[in-house]
């Protein structure tokens, strides 16, 4: 009796046992399924974000692509949250499980007209041959004017409130020195000058670009003039150095002094100087249009200037046409040196400028560098949990 009775409670005892442990591992189970159906779903939910994310920045601007190396989608009428909505819907029908609850696209810090985008994206460009330049004779512009408001009014350097007259000029000897040799680069890859010969009136609107980053004004003209003007500026200030360190210059220098004025003899040799250099500058300037190089080192074989004293007068006049191509400096030389100087902001301002307006001649009058843009932000919630994504090209 005693045996039978231990038995009985043994298999009571077994079975409360059984229905303990099955009372921890259902629930237990279950809260595992339900845990991988959860992750299943996050995972193929993010698969589908992730994927929508992608379709959205394949529409990219094929003309901004081949034109001027900019990836950017512009179709952003297409690119909402509602329309986002419509697709994740078509894949939601089959999973019950998940509940959308908001949706957030946003993409306006990725504009083109954001600098720190534009700069990122000019940054990434590795140009060819960054220090050659082209020896050709130079385009003399012509009194055409961009006179169009619709296009004047809605330029980037005008709504960012750029100068268009006054170019801020900073040091070359910068942390950015190399950076903007990059950008000289990609400059002279995908913009004119005066000195490119092939010119289609139906792809650009200017015809000396560089020209218009450097000055800003809206003729070929003005801005050959304006660009001149710093080129003789530039040179003047080398010349003066080359006659200042040049014993006999300095002495026809004095003797002209003297015989204009003993005294302020000083002061006039100052004067002198300074118009020697720059007549000397006036000359550069003859040759680089030309497409002749001005070495960076002259020497009196290179001089082309000097003076003429005849009695108590003197005169200066062109005296020397050398021709010596051995380390010199070439129109392209002289924009990339203004380019290097030239405040950073208004170089891609005016930039932005440059591709709108042939943008808009080329393909869509109303293309606006404002509307283009580089990357998204996606924000979804729903009731498995938040979903956020950033992707750029």
Excluded at 145 to 158: A, C, G, M, R, V
Excluded at 236 to 258: C, F, H, Q, S, W
Aim: hydrophobic letters at 35%; a negative charge.
């Amino acid at each position: 009796m005693k045996l039978s009775k231990t038995r009985k409670i043994s298999k009571g005892s077994s079975s409360i046992l059984i229905a303990m442990c099955l009372l921890v591992i259902i629930p237990s189970m279950a809260l595992m399924l339900r845990y991988s159906f959860k992750s299943a779903d996050r995972s193929s939910f993010d698969g589908v974000c992730q994927l929508g994310m992608s379709s959205m920045l394949s529409s990219y601007s094929k003309q901004l692509l081949r034109d001027y190396h900019i990836l950017a989608f512009g179709n952003q009428e297409n690119i909402t949250s509602k329309n986002f909505e419509k697709d994740l819907n078509v894949f939601l029908k089959n999973r019950k499980g998940i509940k959308l609850e908001d949706i957030d696209i946003r993409y306006r810090d990725y504009s083109l007209l954001n600098l720190e985008v534009f700069r990122d994206l000019i940054g990434l460009y590795i140009p060819d041959n960054i220090l050659e330049s082209k020896h050709n004779k130079l385009y003399i512009a012509g009194d055409d004017k961009i006179k169009n408001k619709d296009i004047l009014e809605l330029l980037p350097s005008k709504e960012a409130d750029c100068s268009r007259i006054d170019i801020p000029f900073k040091s070359v000897f910068n942390d950015n020195f190399f950076d903007n040799l990059s950008q000289s680069g990609y400059i002279f890859t995908h913009f004119n000058h005066r000195g490119v010969k092939d010119f289609d009136s139906s792809r650009n609107l200017l015809r000396e670009e560089i020209e218009y980053i450097l000055s800003g004004e809206t003729s070929d003209r003005e801005n050959e003039s304006d660009v001149e003007r710093r080129i003789r500026e530039i040179r003047t200030i080398i010349n003066g150095a080359i006659i200042y360190k040049d014993p006999e210059k300095m002495d026809l220098l004095r003797v002209a002094a003297l015989s204009i004025d003993a005294g302020n003899y000083k002061e006039i040799v100052a004067v002198l100087l300074v118009a020697w250099a720059y007549a000397e500058a006036r000359a550069d300037m003859n040759h680089l249009r030309e497409g002749k190089g001005i070495p960076w080192k002259k020497t009196d074989a290179d001089w082309h200037t000097s003076i003429n004293l005849n009695g108590d007068s003197y005169n200066m006049e062109e005296s020397n046409t050398s021709d010596s191509q051995a380390r010199c400096g070439y129109y392209e030389d002289y924009l990339k040196i203004l380019l290097t100087l030239l405040d950073e902001d208004t170089k891609f301002y005016r930039m932005m400028d440059i591709i709108q307006m042939n943008m808009k001649l080329r393909y869509s009058k109303d293309f606006l560098i404002k509307d283009y843009y580089t990357g998204l932000f996606l924000d979804v919630e729903t009731n498995i949990g938040d979903f956020k994504y950033e992707r750029t090209y």
